[in-house]
């Protein structure tokens, strides 16, 4: 069972940065395509970044591309994700999961964690 924790989340301003965390307790995610995603205040729950086991391949959905990054780290037991030029619309509870990797689809199949939340001012 997946039991993935979600960390960084804070208050920011409009133009601010964040880095969240995402690991699996008990489990590394270095053989795991990994992928984030959020929910904001009456939309559903969206994907917006991925990244590939090996090669390492990432996608963006176009409402963050060019602003957040997606990594891991070293050990392969991180899933990072860079937040930079924070807007408004980017405040929600952020979550990760592994996913499978399909063409330019990331679909997930772990449970989902408690996620962390986002809040950007105006």
């Known amino acids: 069972q997946w039991d993935f924790v979600e960390s960084g989340g804070a208050l920011a301003h409009t133009g601010g940065s964040l880095r969240l965390s995402c690991t699996a307790s008990?489990?590394?995610?270095?053989?795991?395509?990994v992928a984030w995603f959020r929910r904001a205040p009456g939309k559903a729950r969206e994907e917006i970044a991925c990244i590939k086991d090996n090669p390492i391949t990432t996608r963006y959905e176009d409402s963050v591309k060019g602003r957040f990054t997606i990594s891991r780290d070293a050990d392969g037991n991180t899933v990072n994700l860079q937040m930079d030029s924070l807007q408004p619309e980017d405040t929600a509870v952020y979550y990760c999961?592994?996913?499978?990797?399909?063409?330019?689809?990331?679909?997930?199949?772990?449970?989902w964690g408690q996620g962390t939340q986002v809040t950007v001012s105006s």
């Open positions: 999961s592994v996913v499978h990797y399909k063409g330019n689809r990331c679909v997930p199949f772990g449970s």
């Open positions: 008990g489990r590394t995610l270095r053989y795991s395509s």
